[in-house]
């Protein structure tokens, strides 16, 4: 059930032509980040009172590895664990693989050449770069871990350059990628990964955003699609109002930052649970219940392939999936992939709208999204809009439009209250998509 006394509202009520037709126009504008904007907005898709997404960084992941845990969180096929989950779940890439530190990227004790990227080591030749791309397409991977895996034994030591962005970002432009979220990776040879202007003054590593530095490519970055940035920090909060605040980089461009649940962190203890082998203490039922409770985000940080088992996901973890699945099984919690939650997320505190009331009968006309950081749009593109609702005193006798143009009944979803919530009226989510779209990473023509 929705709290609705968790949500405010910032109205400008004019008088219309008419007594009985109040139109009222919302909008937040502020920089601060409110738990939503309006009383009259639900603040998830109904019937869901939570939003969560599983942000996996691709750390020792194969080919093989990734296909056969997207199998299993993706579809509804059988697989080595039972029947697929059927989950909006996406994943992140690295174009690049760099690193000369030891280990086994699978059980079969292969190194980190094994590892799926774009191209081969630093070069430009292609390793897995239609795979990735296909995946991208079809929306298993949506995030960049940075431009890939640069850690050194020797921390003051790196191999990458601003010609490896040039590189990448031309790949994405002639295949048509474009990619909104970017997650910092690594030890400080990683000196692609960006940080806040506010910290860079004290010393960063991180030198993406950086004008002065050799290593500056925020200004292909950005501009190539990334809306959303990962700072490398650490969070101990399961659940937010929103995962979003707002940032600049060194060079002065406005991005989001957004947080991620990445374990148990205190001023004594420091505990990262981005592992498959600690996914039962993140995915507990009393972290789930907590953002339904109190209709929160949740972003949870993890390594889905980073293990060396040929099938990567452990008992523990497959039983914890499954309690998810469960609870976006009963109208609690949306599972959504990264991307989607962060636009969601973006969104909902920032649309413009008119809402027209003439007794029960109710028309919301969507004007803008009034973003501080990437600017003003007044032609939102339906996508963005998706998930959007708001509290109608009769869902029957309501309607969206977009600019004075009616959405068509089969973009809306119409809900009529329960347990004391009322009617709703929203923008349909995206469908979902089970499919099996597992290529083959073996034999994909690059």
């Not at 010609?163 to 295949?175: F, N, P, T, W």
């Not at 990962?230 to 060194?250: C, I, V």
Request: hydrophobic share 35%; with cysteine; aromatic share 12%.
């Amino acid at each position: 059930m929705i709290n609705k006394n968790r949500f405010f509202a910032r109205t400008l009520c004019t008088a219309a032509f008419m007594a009985a037709v109040v139109t009222a126009f919302f909008s937040c504008s502020s920089a601060e980040q409110p738990p939503a904007c309006r009383a009259d907005m639900r603040p998830f898709p109904a019937p869901y009172s939570a939003m969560l997404a599983i942000c996996s960084d691709i750390d020792g992941t194969t080919p093989e590895e990734f296909e056969t845990y997207h199998r299993f969180l993706n579809t509804d096929d059988a697989t080595p664990w039972g029947r697929g989950l059927g989950l909006d779940i996406a994943d992140s890439m690295f174009f690049y693989m760099a690193s000369d530190q030891p280990g086994a990227a699978d059980n079969q004790g292969r190194d980190n050449a094994a590892v799926m990227t774009f191209f081969i080591g630093t070069s430009d030749q292609y390793k897995n770069g239609g795979l990735i791309a296909y995946y991208c397409e079809v929306g298993w991977i949506d995030a960049m871990h940075s431009y890939g895996d640069f850690s050194m034994v020797d921390e003051s030591k790196t191999v990458f350059t601003r010609g490896l962005a040039e590189k990448a970002v031309e790949e994405m432009a002639a295949r048509g990628m474009v990619v909104t979220v970017w997650i910092n990776h690594g030890n400080r040879s990683n000196v692609q990964n960006l940080e806040r202007r506010a910290k860079n003054g004290k010393g960063s590593y991180r030198k993406g955003g950086d004008l002065g530095s050799e290593y500056y490519h925020a200004d292909m970055t950005i501009p190539a699609g990334v809306k959303f940035v990962w700072f490398s920090n650490e969070d101990g909060n399961f659940g937010a109002d929103t995962p979003l605040y707002p940032a600049e980089l060194e060079d002065g461009q406005k991005v989001w930052g957004f947080n991620r649940y990445t374990g148990k962190h205190t001023r004594t203890v420091s505990e990262y649970y981005w592992s498959v082998f600690f996914m039962h203490k993140q995915l507990t039922a009393e972290h789930l219940d907590s953002i339904v409770q109190k209709n929160q985000f949740a972003i949870v940080a993890q390594h889905l392939g980073g293990s060396t088992y040929y099938y990567p996901l452990t008992d523990e973890a497959v039983e914890s999936l499954r309690l998810l699945a469960q609870y976006q099984q009963n109208g609690d919690i949306l599972v959504a992939r990264t991307s989607r939650l962060l636009e969601y997320a973006r969104v909902r505190d920032r649309v413009q709208y008119e809402r027209i009331q003439d007794g029960d009968s109710v028309v919301i006309n969507i004007t803008a999204i009034d973003d501080p950081q990437l600017g003003m749009d007044i032609t939102p593109a339906l996508d963005s809009l998706r998930g959007l609702t708001f509290y109608v005193p009769d869902a029957r006798a309501a309607a969206i439009t977009v600019n004075g143009q009616a959405l068509d009944e089969s973009e809306l979803v119409r809900y009529e209250g329960r347990n004391g919530e009322g009617d709703s009226i929203g923008v349909k989510w995206f469908e979902p998509d089970v499919r099996n779209f597992t290529y083959g990473g073996a034999s994909f023509y690059h």
